[in-house]
């Protein structure tokens, strides 16, 4: 049974975003390709109209430290993320409050927050309480 759960979030990984928000308990991987633009992260994901979306208020730190080993990340990398543990996740973020129109998170391994903003719900129905990630090269 584990090896088709496997199997089918290997699928759903090479297969891109899914096109519609996802409620925050569904096992589902998404995958985003942030890249360095007029001096901070952003990424692009028109599927979900998304282009050059910036990340802010510490989260550009996080990924500066999560990229840290990753060769060229400044041109693109891969950054798997999932309200669910997946095999090989490396970090965690722990929902902490809502503010204004975004949520705020707390990364554990890097002792730290971050306000993730509206583009949130362009991939999880409701922001949720813990999200797992990955960073690899493309």
């Known amino acids: 049974m584990k090896r088709i ?9 090479l297969a ?3 096109q519609v928000p996802v409620d925050a308990t569904s096992n589902s991987l998404l995958v985003i ?22 990340f802010v208020a510490g989260i550009p730190q996080m990924i500066d ?12 990398f891969r950054l798997i993320f999932s309200a669910q543990e997946f095999p090989g996740y490396t ?8 503010d204004t ?6 990364c554990p391994q890097f ?10 719900f362009r991939f999880f129905q409701e922001a949720p309480k813990e999200i797992y ?6």
């Open 33 to 54: 390709a942030p890249y360095k633009h007029a001096g901070t992260w952003v990424f692009d994901e028109p599927s979900r109209g998304l282009k050059q979306e910036p």
């Open 133 to 138: 990630v990955k960073a690899e090269a493309k």
């Open 101 to 106: 129109s975004g949520n705020w998170y707390y």
């Open 5 to 13: 759960a496997v199997i089918l979030a290997t699928v759903i990984l």
């Open 65 to 76: 430290r999560l990229v840290t080993g990753i060769p060229n990340a400044e041109q693109g």
């Open 91 to 98: 970090h965690k973020l722990v929902w902490k409050r809502k």
């Open 111 to 120: 002792d730290t927050e971050g306000w993730l903003c509206p583009a949130l």
């Open 16 to 18: 891109g975003c899914r």
